[in-house]
């Protein structure tokens, strides 16, 4: 099936990682709060939230060596066993290093899942398709983000802590094994492709030299560990300001609710904007929100912050996946999307890390404001940053991607040398 073509595989796979997300997001707060009824401070709740990432860490690149030649497909079933296995066993355990165990192995699934599943949009999608359906599948991850929380809250809290918090972490490994009943209905459409003479590998030193790619990489780095500190450290905000946990679940779905919003809107805004404008203005406005999470502010203004944060945080994933596939060489989609989330999963192993021991130094806000840092950094990355024009692509001019518009320039300097010569 060639790109762009039936996107019944687009809506089964949305599906699908909507349960995977949602057992993460269901199974993340609540493993924050059965470490808490275990005894954990505020650095081992850092500590085992970088956990989740420590393992992909190391994974992903060749995971996404594999994928380049068209094995995507086998890594989606085998990502959803190991978040459900991970959040089932996070569940039983007994002790903190047990929970940090099992917290990895659900990392290492949705690495697994995330870099099948990203793969194939790559390439089934069209140059021109890439914005929109990168950012319909990450509606996926969006609805996940919506649900989870929501569900996590409804199972924990009461007088027994421990148990409530390992009822929600079994509860999310049997909602992720419900992804398989969408996974198996997806034919790789793209299955001749494995079957082609793999060529030489591109160095993954070429890749990151790739005009866009580190870019890309940064601005995903910054948005995920925003989005996977609220997720993890507002549980103990909420604990330190006497919020309850449904409420906690409440503000991080309204979050979430408000990226699939931007999701559902972002065509037009590129169309409005454009990438490296809404990039620029969306990092920006988060930056001074994640900030002002660590002021003591009532539940509702804290709501209202959520949710404009929410939709900031929105823009950054789908465009940063769409930058990166279009700076890096055709032949390496894969392993430059590998990279880029193994700079989340280093985000994600540093900034909880990080946010540990700020927390522990000045307090449980403090990560927020970290976070602020961070952002502000990649809106000034964002800036600088290289943008296919939207508006000029929807029209029918395809920009050449970076892999593919060097070689012409070399052809006109040389051209023009002989020229003089």
């Given at each position: 099936?060639?790109?762009?073509?039936n996107?019944?595989w687009?809506?089964?796979?949305?599906?699908?990682?909507?349960?995977?997300?949602?057992?993460?997001?269901?199974a993340?707060?609540?493993?924050?709060?059965?470490a808490?009824?275990?005894?954990?401070?505020?650095?081992a709740?850092?500590?085992?939230a970088?956990v989740?990432?420590l393992?992909?860490l190391?994974?992903?690149?060749?995971?996404?060596?594999?994928?380049d030649?068209?094995?995507?497909a086998?890594?989606?079933?085998?990502?959803v066993v190991l978040?459900?296995?991970?959040?089932?066993?996070?569940?039983?355990?007994?002790s903190?290093?047990?929970?940090a165990l099992?917290?990895?192995?659900m990392?290492?699934?949705?690495?697994?899942?995330?870099?099948?599943?990203?793969?194939?949009?790559?390439?089934?999608?069209?140059?021109?398709?890439?914005?929109?359906?990168?950012g319909?599948?990450?509606?996926?991850?969006?609805?996940?983000?919506?649900?989870?929380?929501?569900?996590?809250?409804?199972?924990?809290g009461?007088?027994?802590?421990?148990?409530s918090?390992?009822?929600?972490?079994?509860?999310?490994?049997?909602g992720?094994?419900?992804a398989v009943?969408?996974?198996?209905r997806?034919?790789?459409?793209?299955?001749?492709?494995?079957?082609?003479?793999?060529?030489?590998?591109?160095?993954?030193?070429?890749?990151?030299?790739?005009?866009?790619?580190?870019a890309?990489?940064?601005?995903?780095?910054s948005?995920?560990?925003?989005t996977?500190?609220?997720?993890?450290?507002?549980?103990?905000?909420?604990?330190?300001?006497?919020i309850?946990?449904?409420?906690?679940?409440?503000l991080?779905?309204?979050?979430?609710?408000?990226?699939?919003?931007?999701?559902l809107?972002?065509?037009?805004?590129?169309r409005l904007?454009?990438?490296?404008?809404?990039?620029?203005?969306?990092?920006?406005?988060a930056a001074l929100?994640?900030?002002?999470?660590?002021?003591?502010?009532?539940?509702?203004?804290?709501?209202?912050?959520l949710?404009?944060?929410g939709f900031c945080?929105?823009?950054?994933?789908p465009?940063?996946?769409?930058?990166?596939?279009?700076a890096?060489?055709?032949?390496?989609?894969?392993t430059?999307?590998?990279?880029?989330l193994?700079?989340?999963?280093l985000?994600?192993?540093a900034?909880p890390a990080?946010a540990?021991?700020?927390a522990g130094?000045?307090g449980?806000?403090?990560?927020?404001?970290?976070?602020g840092?961070?952002?502000?950094?990649?809106s000034g990355?964002?800036?600088r940053?290289?943008?296919?024009?939207?508006?000029?692509r929807a029209?029918?001019h395809?920009?050449?991607?970076?892999?593919?518009?060097v070689?012409?320039?070399?052809?006109?300097?040389?051209?023009?040398?002989?020229?003089?010569g």
């Open positions: 099936m060639a790109p762009g073509g996107r019944g687009l809506l089964r796979l949305v599906i699908a990682f909507g349960f995977a997300q949602g057992a993460v997001s269901m993340r707060p609540a493993v924050s709060y059965r808490l009824a275990l005894g954990a401070d505020e650095r709740v850092g500590v085992i970088g989740y990432a393992l992909p190391f994974a992903a690149v060749p995971l996404g060596r594999r994928t030649h068209g094995r995507c086998p890594l989606l079933p085998v990502g978040i459900a296995g991970g959040c089932a066993l996070s569940g039983v355990a007994g903190l290093w047990a929970m099992w917290s990895g192995v990392g290492l699934g949705h690495l697994c899942f995330v870099i099948g599943a990203q793969s194939l949009v790559a390439r089934q999608s069209a140059p021109h398709e890439q914005d929109r359906n990168f319909h599948f990450t509606i996926g991850a969006s609805l996940g983000q919506l649900i989870g929380p929501i569900a996590a809250g409804a199972l924990i009461g007088p027994d802590m421990a148990g918090s390992a009822l929600a972490l079994v509860v999310a490994g049997a992720a094994a419900v009943t969408s996974l198996w997806i034919e790789h459409p793209t299955a001749g492709a494995s079957r082609r003479e793999p060529g030489p590998r591109v160095p993954v030193g070429s890749i990151l030299r790739a005009r866009g790619v580190p890309g990489i940064l601005i995903s780095l948005v995920l560990s925003a996977d500190i609220l997720t993890a450290y507002l549980p103990v905000v909420g604990e330190h300001r006497g309850s946990p449904a409420v906690i679940g409440v991080l779905s309204l979050r979430a609710a408000a990226t699939i919003a931007c999701r809107v972002l065509t037009p805004l590129l904007l454009g990438r490296t404008v809404l990039l620029t203005v969306t990092c920006l406005l929100l994640c900030a002002g999470v660590a002021l003591p502010v009532p539940v509702g203004a804290l709501a209202a912050m949710i404009v944060l945080l929105g823009v950054g994933q465009l940063s996946m769409t930058t990166v596939v279009q890096a060489p055709e032949e390496a989609r894969s430059a999307l590998a990279l880029r193994t700079g989340n999963r985000g994600q192993v900034a990080a540990g021991l700020v130094v000045a449980v806000a403090a990560p927020f404001v970290m976070l840092g961070l952002l502000l950094l990649s990355i964002a800036l940053a290289p943008s296919a024009d939207v508006a000029e029209a029918g395809r920009r050449p991607a970076v892999g593919q518009d070689p012409d320039r070399a052809d006109d300097r040389r051209r023009c040398r002989e020229t003089k």
